[in-house]
């Protein structure tokens, strides 16, 4: 199927919300991500995302020249034309954008979109996310009302992170007191009351409840999944709305157990990101297939290796169907398997 349009984008978030499940968001920086991914999701029958971070659409660009916006506008042409081979239904968003990053990443990529849109076309990328965590509150809120309008006006869907996620993801780093991994319903009420609830533009919103970015063991960060349901009862109570107002990101979840993956998606978490389990499997495949070959990828002592072993092609099918594999997890995981919008 084709990349959504923002009319599926919104009824695949709708139907998440409504049935009780979310979608993966699978970091990709390459051809071969991008192909791991429509692979994975085909395999369990589900709908999901396809993101990518600064680092990632550097890397896309040519990892020796400074691009990102090319590089997210050449992520987003070749994903858009090799999802058309798939039975399933993706979006494509931009991730952890901090505000250095705002002047030659997202800002041109809204642009774009707005040049496609103004062409009687669908937007470019069906999201962007604004990662104002690194700054204080009010302005992080100012600039996600700075941009909420541009992104309704190309039906587009903005993401913003309110609180702070641990850890490190592409050069964006957060080292603080425990307290500030955890959102409280005061600062999402100040967002709300910036942004509406949909009536400005559509939002979602990436709260903290002790996530960290990157890797760790299960019980060495202490996730608070109830938190979301707390704040998302604040919310419904101080402005009045129906049960679970918020549709919510986890960040940061790699090392989470089955009962926090649940109890998040419980609360109202409609994406989930997933980068560093996808990363782990791909490099694993690879790791284990030059040791098995070793003799037939190297030259040894001289003699001709083996082509067939050395092709990029021999372990790069290997390793894409591995990270297919973890995506197939991640769907069961989030229950997005099977629920496709285009079965």
Known sequence: MPVATPEQYAEMLDRA??????????????SQSINAVLQGLTEAGSDGIIQVTTGGADYFAGHTVKARANGAL??????????????ITVALHTDHCPKPALEDFVLPLIAASEEEVKAGRNPIFQSHMWDGSAVPLDENIEIAKELLPRLKNIHAILEVEIGVVGGEEDGVKHEGSNDALYTTTADVTKA?????????????????????H??????NVKLRPELLG???GGIATRFGTGPKPLDLVFHGGSGSTPEEIALAVANGVIKMNIDTDTQYAFTRSVAG?????YDGVLKVDGEVGNKKAYDPRAWGKLAESAMA?????????????????SA
Request: net charge positive; proline share 4%.
């Open 325 to 341: 594999a973890r995506v197939v997890e991640a769907t069961q995981q989030l229950g997005s398997a099977g629920n496709s919008i």
């Open 74 to 87: 050449a992520f987003a042409k070749f994903a858009t034309e090799v999802a058309k081979n798939y039975p």
């Open 192 to 212: 709300v009351e910036a942004l509406g609830l949909g009536d400005q533009g559509r939002w979602i919103a990436a709260l903290t409840f002790g996530n960290v």
């Open 17 to 30: 919300k409504a049935g009780g499940f979310a979608f993966p968001a699978i970091n990709a920086a390459s």
């Open 230 to 232: 707390e704040i998302q």
């Open 214 to 219: 990157g890797v760790y063991k299960p019980g």
């Open 289 to 293: 297939f030059m040791f098995q070959n």
